[in-house]
Each structure stands twice: as structure tokens, then as C-alpha cells.
């Protein structure tokens, strides 16, 4: 077994092709465990960010309490989806939709991923394409409670929009009570 000590050599070594293809699959193995997040739940608010872990001074009594939602499984998937993140940080909402159509290449299953998608769409003014994503979310939500939940509330944000205030409203009541 590799030592920590010893990961720069064998860095050096899978490089340049030393290794048998067992011990490089266990290297690239370990070094993506050490890539990926803390390995648990990681609490988001509605928009899919990393958000705080507990209340804030700040926190609105109108915004839903933030929810713990599993990101998604694979570290291709989390890479894309944090460069996605970034990109709308630094106000490139196009590379960040570029980004998440790739994550969802990689994983077409993950709720999450298509909750993001509509929410980048819609702050784009595309209410169409942001109400295929979040039925599309929903859909895929499953029996996963805060994954349907986060994607029921982003219908009712593309509800909102489109000027359907009542079953926005009707959405968040439900998924406010669902929360507990």
C-alpha cells in the first residue's frame, strides 16, 4: 500500500507509465477520493449553492429554510457543477449552462443537476426551457424527498415568473409544510 510519503514518486511514476495498471487504478482511485467533498451531505440553499450550516442573522422569514441535498455521486459530475457554479459567480450564466449539460452527460439521472439547469435558464428570462428542467427534476426526484422538494419549489420560482402566482404560491405551501 502507498504511503503518503511516497505519493510524489508515485505520481512520478503512473505518469510515466512504471506502474502496473492495478496500483495505477488504485493511485487515480485515491487521489479522486481526495478530490472529492467532504463525503456527506452538503446543506444548499433553493439556488443549489453551498450555503451556511445553520441560521443566519440574515436569514428571511419568507425564504425557505435551506436543505441538505446529496450532490451528485460522481466527482466529474461535482467538478462540472462547481465550475458551473463559479461561472455564474463571475456573471457567465452561458458557460455555466455549457457546464451543466455536461454534468448531466455524465449524470442524466441527478435531480439536482437539472434543478441548477432551470434556475441558470430562468434567471436567463427562458421560462420555457427552466419549466422542462424542473419537471424533468421532479420527475427523476423520485422517492428522494429533499431532491423533489428543491425541484417542486424551482417550479414554483418558473411558476412565479411566468405570472402563475397562485399554484406558485399552492407549490410552496406544500413543500413549506413537507419540511416540517
Not at 26 to 32: D, I, Q, S
Request: aromatic content about 4%; hydrophobic content about 40%.
Amino acid at each position: 500500500m502507498l504511503g503518503i510519503e511516497t505519493l510524489p514518486s508515485a505520481l512520478k511514476a503512473l505518469v510515466t507509465g512504471q506502474l502496473s495498471r492495478r496500483t495505477s487504478t488504485l493511485l487515480v482511485t485515491f487521489l479522486l477520493a481526495g478530490c472529492v467533498s467532504t463525503g456527506g451531505n452538503v446543506p444548499v440553499s433553493d439556488s443549489g449553492k453551498p450555503g451556511p450550516s445553520g441560521p443566519t442573522a440574515d436569514d428571511n422569514a419568507d425564504e425557505p429554510p435551506q436543505r441538505v441535498i446529496t450532490p451528485p455521486r460522481s466527482s466529474g459530475a461535482q467538478t462540472l457543477l462547481a465550475q458551473a457554479n463559479n461561472a455564474l459567480d463571475n456573471q457567465r450564466p452561458n458557460t455555466a449552462i455549457v457546464l451543466l449539460e455536461r454534468a448531466i452527460r455524465i449524470e442524466p439521472r441527478e435531480a439536482s443537476l437539472w434543478v441548477r439547469l432551470s434556475e441558470v435558464h430562468l434567471s436567463q428570462r427562458d421560462d420555457v426551457t427552466a419549466f422542462q428542467h424542473a419537471r424533468k427534476a421532479i420527475a427523476l426526484a423520485g422517492s428522494n424527498s429533499n431532491k423533489a422538494a428543491a425541484a417542486w419549489l424551482q417550479l414554483a420560482k418558473v411558476y412565479e415568473a411566468q405570472g402563475k402566482t397562485r399554484e406558485a404560491r399552492q407549490i410552496r405551501q406544500r413543500y413549506s409544510r413537507a419540511r416540517g
